[in-house]
T-cell receptor
Framework: GAVVSQHPSRVICKSGTSVKIECRSL??????MFWYRQFPKQSLMLMAT?????????EQGVEKDKFLINHASLTLSTLTVTSAHPEDSSFYIC????????????FGPGTRLTVL | GQQLNQNPQSMFIQEGEDVSMNCTSS?????WLWYKQDPGEGPVLLIA?????ELTSNGRLTAQFGITRKDSFLNISASIPSDVGIYFC??????????????FGKGTLLTVNP
């Protein structure tokens, strides 16, 4: 199989603090990882694409200084929401594509972020 | 970002009924994917379509890649309560490499009454 995990699954933080979310591919090496944001009853919106060892590519309208992405290894990518505000509250989902099955993105279970 | 037009937005059906949903786009996609998302979970891939006109089944699910490459359909036969969830279509334009970006539809919320 191709399992992707995320940690934490839920996080509640105060406004102004930073939150780090981890995305791991457990049983395969992921050449590319993607970060999505999903608001209630809405679709997934791609935030950024990240390749191991290189800078992430952000979608238009996504602030790269606010959403820091690090893809230090083929099995781990992190998303840090800096100086979080209530409007950043959302469901953040990562996905990973396998180097040998680049057609397929495998999604993590998501992280629910609530900023008070 | 761009989204696909997915219809219907929601469906309420009786157990045993068949379900159809579709996605359309103003531009061409090289690949169409269908995902299911349960509440509080990430999407799970149901069916992937790679060629125009392709018809692919996965158990009670059947999906088709439209011949114009601008649409796709998903059918669920003999629905059961566990089919409840949100179904998303996703299109991909890139023809190679690992930087595949997906464009998602807005989702179809399916409710199945026992």
């Amino acid at each position: 199989g191709a399992v992707v995990s995320q940690h934490p699954s839920r996080v509640i933080c105060k406004s102004g603090t930073s939150v780090k979310i981890e995305c791991r591919s457990l049983d395969f090496q992921a050449t590319t990882m993607f970060w999505y944001r999903q608001f209630p009853k809405q679709s997934l919106m791609l935030m950024a694409t990240s390749n191991e060892g290189s800078k992430a590519t952000y979608e238009q309208g996504v602030e790269k200084d606010k959403f820091l992405i690090n893809h230090a290894s083929l099995t781990l990518s992190t998303l840090t929401v800096t100086s979080a505000h209530p409007e950043d509250s959302s469901f953040y989902i990562c996905s990973a594509s396998r180097w040998d099955l680049t057609d397929t993105q495998y999604f993590g279970p998501g992280t629910r972020l609530t900023v008070l | 970002g761009q989204q696909l037009n997915q219809n219907p937005q929601s469906m309420f059906i009786q157990e045993g009924e068949d379900v159809s949903m579709n996605c359309t786009s103003s531009s061409i996609f090289n690949t169409w994917l269908w995902y299911k998302q349960d509440p509080g979970e990430g999407p799970v891939l149901l069916i992937a379509l790679y060629k125009a006109g392709e018809l692919t089944s996965n158990g009670r699910l059947t999906a088709q890649f439209g011949i114009t490459r601008k649409d796709s359909f998903l059918n669920i036969s003999a629905s059961i309560p566990s089919d409840v969830g949100i179904y998303f279509c996703a299109g991909r334009r890139d023809s190679g490499g690992s930087n595949y970006k997906l464009t998602f539809g807005k989702g179809t919320l399916l409710t199945v009454n026992p």
